[in-house]
């Protein structure tokens, strides 16, 4: 495995974070817990997850599942730098959501109940508040990092000016702010090339990109329909995206077997060459996908491939940050 700081932190991370979405919807406990006792065979000791993941309303049931896998003791929770998320909505009441000092207070606590530990290494803002100021913001976070209770505060879904404004009002309160954003990236999501990374690159802030293989459309999904082992595909968003794209996901999988790689790996190695990018999520409903997953780590793709790729899945615009990219 190899690792990085995360951001400008002192802080090293696996080049891979294990994404806990899955644990509880798509795999059950026992599952989970092999995947993630495997993940820290491989090295992997950065862990994702949110306290709305496992979709039962209040229930957190993701975390759940991970502070039972921590309960094992065995130093699991000494190993692995645990990141997980406010924002969402976890009860009826106006006050069980968003980024009111209130809600990240009492979310946090309620988040450290459910994973049973004591700090959250990274806690991140799910989404950005409109309606919240950033001394208030800042003020909670500023709480629960004296408290002991987080470490080091991320974002995820922020435009580049978010980022902007959260650093700016952090270093008025002489406070380290984001250390890191977490945002769609992939191949065939490429916005946050025009401002999001050169903001986070500028202040610091490493990338974590979710969704790294677009909902599986990166995967060698085509070939996994034509054998019938496609788990995804075949129904909603991705099957959409599929028939519109599907001239360039076949050039795509055409690409990858002349190389000689599995397309899922060409799709992680890619985010792991780009300016900026610490850890790409990968969100294994299976032991199998994990373990599939690490190839990308020895993947290498030359000059040629890179251009070959953008001529696949254009950047936005010209390409490269704004205004370059609409402007001259």
């Not at 690159?201 to 496609?230: D, F, M, N, T, V």
């Not at 595909?233 to 028939?243: E, V």
């Amino acid at each position: 495995m190899e690792y990085t700081n995360l951001g400008r932190t002192g802080l090293s991370v696996s080049r891979l974070c294990l994404g806990t979405m899955n644990f509880g919807p798509q795999t059950d406990e026992p599952d989970s817990f092999a995947i993630m006792d495997r993940a820290l065979e491989h090295g992997i000791n950065f862990f994702d997850t949110a306290n709305v993941y496992g979709w039962k309303l209040g229930e957190g049931v993701t975390e759940q599942i991970v502070g039972r896998w921590f309960a094992q003791g065995g130093g699991r929770r000494d190993k692995v730098v645990l990141a997980t998320k406010v924002y969402g909505k976890m009860g009826e009441w106006p006050n069980d959501q968003g980024l009111s000092a209130r809600h990240i207070i009492r979310a946090c606590e309620d988040s450290l109940r459910r994973l049973q530990t004591d700090t959250i290494d990274l806690y991140q803002m799910h989404h950005i508040s409109r309606t919240t100021p950033w001394e208030e913001i800042w003020q909670a976070m500023e709480t629960l990092v004296a408290q002991g209770k987080v470490l080091y505060v991320g974002s995820s879904n922020f435009a580049g000016w978010h980022i902007a404004q959260a650093q700016v009002a952090a270093g008025k309160r002489n406070f380290l702010g984001l250390v890191s954003e977490q945002c769609i990236y992939n191949l065939m999501t490429r916005y946050v090339e025009l401002e999001v990374i050169p903001a986070a690159q500028h202040y610091g802030l490493g990338i974590i990109p979710w969704s790294p293989l677009h909902g599986g459309l990166l995967s060698g999904i085509i070939r996994k329909l034509a054998e019938g082992s496609a788990a995804r595909g075949t129904s909603g968003r991705s099957a959409d995206a599929l028939a519109a794209h599907r001239p360039t996901v076949e050039a795509y999988e055409k690409l990858c077997a002349d190389l000689g790689h599995d397309p899922a790996d060409v799709a992680l190695a890619w985010l792991l060459s780009r300016p900026g990018v610490t850890a790409p999520i990968v969100g294994p409903r299976t032991m199998d996908q994990l373990d599939r997953n690490l190839g990308a780590l020895d993947v290498r793709l030359d000059d040629a491939t890179l251009k070959r790729l953008d001529e696949l899945f254009p950047p936005v615009g010209n390409g490269g940050p704004g205004p370059e990219a609409w402007a001259w």
